[in-house]
């Protein structure tokens, strides 16, 4: 039965599994922590800025003031 698997099957891995979830993992979490710091981020700075006026009016003065219903 030994000479259905492949020469890639039998052979043992060089690099531990631990070690492979460790390369996988760790880039992972420091890209998704990133993410959830710029959202939480940008959400307590512009939080303040949002409003249903700003969402539903057209853009004024050149586009300098208003809304941004035609951008949504």
């Known amino acids: 039965m030994t000479g259905n698997l492949s020469h890639a099957t039998r052979r043992k891995s060089r690099i531990p599994d631990g070690l492979w979830f460790?390369?996988?993992?760790l880039p992972l979490a420091l890209f998704l922590a990133f993410v959830v710091y710029l959202v939480v981020h940008l959400?307590?700075?512009?939080?303040?800025?949002?409003?249903w006026k700003f969402?539903?009016?057209h853009p004024s003065r050149g586009m300098t003031e208003g809304g941004i219903l035609p951008c949504i």
């Open 22 to 25: 460790s390369l996988v993992a």
């Open 55 to 57: 969402l539903t009016q």
């Open 43 to 51: 959400l307590q700075k512009g939080a303040s800025s949002l409003s």
